[in-house]
């Protein structure tokens, strides 16, 4: 079991620029979050995909943010003219929904952290 | 996390027990759950109780439920200095199982 794996752990980027995240969930898990953690605060969440399909995005989620999940495995998460409001933990989770136990676990990975200068 | 509310700092001696309390806001909450945050790393799921339980117990960790006050605990015994770490309260709201999280409550352990 090789759990939720986030690239890159690290980003440091000027604002403005574009950057991308990606997290390949735990395998035979369909749904797939991002959350987004600051500094002193507990992770809030940002979006959920059900296979490929995109359920629900927050408010927290503006224009700049997109998320994807083409083929329901892998899931990118892309930031574009990044601000420095933008610094922070994003962080994946993954969990399976039926068709075996447990289903109430959800399996966050390392988290990729982003500095906008 | 304005719906979940916790302490933010315990200190505990090695040895004895750590008791972290959390409070919750919406009833219809189907699992709460404990995480450990280490310094610089991700979230590591220690335990979750279903929302029809009152206690559950795993090693070291026991977790209380009290429904009636909405509120949830976890008492970590004979705790020890790899305890260090910052534990975050959750709720799921509803079958999505988007995680509504507290601040966190930083515990430390001194020997």
Not at chain 1, 36 to 46: A, K, N, S, V, Y
């Amino acid at each position: 079991d090789t759990g939720v794996s986030q690239n890159p752990r690290h980003k440091i980027t000027k604002r403005g620029q574009n950057v991308t995240f990606r997290c390949d969930p735990i395998s035979e898990h369909n749904r797939l979050y991002w959350y987004r953690q600051t500094l002193g605060q507990g992770p809030e969440f940002l979006t959920y995909f059900q296979n490929e399909a995109q359920l629900e995005k927050s408010r927290l989620l503006s224009d700049r943010f997109s998320a994807e999940r083409p083929k329901g495995s892998f899931s990118t998460l892309e930031i574009q003219r990044t601000e420095q409001g933008d610094s922070a933990m994003y962080l994946c989770a993954s969990r399976r929904t039926s068709g075996g136990p447990n289903t109430g676990e959800l399996f966050f990975g390392e988290g990729s952290r982003l500095t906008v200068l | 996390g304005e719906d979940v509310e916790q302490s933010l700092f315990l200190s505990v001696r090695e040895g004895d027990s750590s008791v972290i309390n959390c409070t919750y806001t919406d009833s219809s909450s189907t699992y709460l759950y404990w995480y450990k945050q280490e310094p610089g790393a991700g979230l590591q799921l220690l335990t979750y109780i279903f929302s029809n339980m009152d206690m559950k117990q795993d090693q070291r960790l026991t977790v209380l439920l009290n429904k009636k006050d909405k509120h949830l605990s976890l008492r970590i015994a004979d705790t020890q200095t790899g305890d260090s770490a910052i534990y975050f309260c959750a709720e799921s709201l509803s079958n999505d199982y988007k995680l509504s999280f507290g601040a966190g409550t930083t515990v430390t352990v001194r020997a």
